[in-house]
Each structure stands twice: as C-alpha cells, then as structure tokens.
Antibody
Framework: EVQLLESGGGLVQPGGSLRLSCALS????????IDWVRQAPGKGLEWVSAISGSAGGTYYADSVKGRFTISRDNSKGTVYLQMNSLRVEDTAVYFC???????????????WGQGIRVTVSS | EVVMTQSPATLSVSPGDRATLSCRAS??????LAWYQQKPGQAPRLLIYDASARATGIPARFSGSGSGTEFTLTISSLQSEDFAVYYCQQYNHWPLTFGPGTKVDIK
C-alpha cells in the first residue's frame, strides 16, 4: 500500500523556519517525483514545490521561491520541505503528494498524505 | 501560468440525480487534466486522470470528458458519499495549477 506520512508542522512566528518531512513507503519511491501542495484555511489547493525521483530537478511556485527548499533522501525514503522566512500567508495544511507517472516530471497526483498543519502567527 | 476556472462554484443536487461539473483552462491542455474529490478534513482523492481515465477503485458513475480547454466531470447518479468539493488540475504546463473547486451539496 502506498503511504505518505508528513511530520514537522506546528506554530511558528513570522520570519521563522520549519522543516516538514514526508516518509514514503509501499512503492519504488526513487522512481517518482514528489510534490508539496498546500491548502490555506477554507481555500483551494495550491501547488508549492516538486522534486524529481533522482532529486536532479527541483521546482517552486513563485510564492515560495527563494524561501523554501525541497530535497529528498531516497536511502531513507523521505522528502523534506525546508521553509524559511515564513509569512502569515504560508499558514496552511501542507500535503505531500506522489505523482502518478514515472516517465515525466509533470503528471497527476495519485496518492496524498493526510496533511500537516503549519500556522504562522505572532 | 495556466489559469483554471470551474463552474458552478456550488451545485445543489438531490441524491440519485446527475451532476455535471465544468472546468476551463486558459491554454490548451491536450488531455492532461485530472479531477479530485475532497471531503472536509481529508486529503484530496484522485478520480480521473488524462481527462477521462478513471483512477483505481473509482466507481463507474464518475466519468470525465473533454480536451483542449474545456472539460467536464459527470456523476451519473449522486450517492450520499459524493457530496464533497471537486477540483480540476492541469499538468500540461509548469507550474501545476488547480481550479478553485466546485462544492456539490445536498439539495
């Protein structure tokens, strides 16, 4: 069974940092791109970042570029999202998500984690 | 960035009725479009990918159609568990973008 399990969320002050982790299991994770998608309270889904299976490619939404860094350690089956210079508008539930196709960097998302809450507030 | 729009914002439907949800893209997507269902407090669930292919385990009452810039999700006979928010998402262009969602509620 494919599983993605996020951890590391919480409450942080504006300007602070958090590192989210996503533990992957149940599939050949080194072959698949992994994304982070967030959902602000009462709002829709916003793609945040993605990393290729080999970690050779990383991609960011303009809203987080220069502040967030995505990485992965395939030996541990884990993807990370380092979030620096956090803003109030980064408050959201962050989902770790597995893309459905191996052969391309951009495809649909076929599996999601349960989500982890990040609150940026003073 | 490809802008996705969905209509209507809210659709009130009686159980057993047919629901038709629309999604429009600002650029051609060929057939690189997915539909997701999200219930309160849960992660989204993939329903349809490649515009019309049902994901594993998705009931046949869910169907997708369209290509280019106009897409439709049809739920042929709404069941109680289908009342939720539905999002479309394009993956033809970077960055991935989602529509704002259509909430399907009970009439």
């Amino acid at each position: 069974e494919v599983q993605l399990l996020e951890s590391g969320g919480g409450l942080v002050q504006p300007g602070g940092s958090l590192r989210l982790s996503c533990a992957l299991s149940g599939f050949a994770f080194e072959n698949y791109p992994i994304d982070w998608v967030r959902q602000a309270p009462g709002k829709g889904l916003e793609w945040v970042s993605a990393i290729s299976g080999s970690a050779g490619g990383t991609y960011y939404a303009d809203s987080v570029k220069g502040r967030f860094t995505i990485s992965r350690d395939n030996s541990k089956g884990t993807v990370y999202l380092q979030m620096n210079s956090l803003r109030v508008e980064d408050t959201a539930v962050y989902f770790c998500a597995k893309q459905g196709e191996m052969a391309t960097m951009w495809s649909y998302i076929d599996s999601w984690g349960q989500g982890i809450r990040v609150t940026v507030s003073s | 960035e490809v802008v996705m729009t969905q209509s209507p914002a809210t659709l009130s439907v009686s159980p057993g009725d047919r629901a038709t949800l629309s999604c429009r893209a600002s650029q051609s997507l060929r057939n690189n479009l997915a539909w997701y269902q999200q219930k309160p407090g849960q992660a989204p669930r993939l329903l349809i990918y490649d515009a019309s292919a049902r994901a594993t385990g998705i009931p046949a009452r869910f169907s997708g159609s369209g290509s280019g810039t106009e897409f439709t999700l049809t739920i042929s006979s709404l069941q109680s568990e289908d009342f939720a928010v539905y999002y479309c998402q394009q993956y033809n262009h970077w960055p991935l973008t989602f529509g704002p969602g259509t909430k399907v509620d009970i009439k």
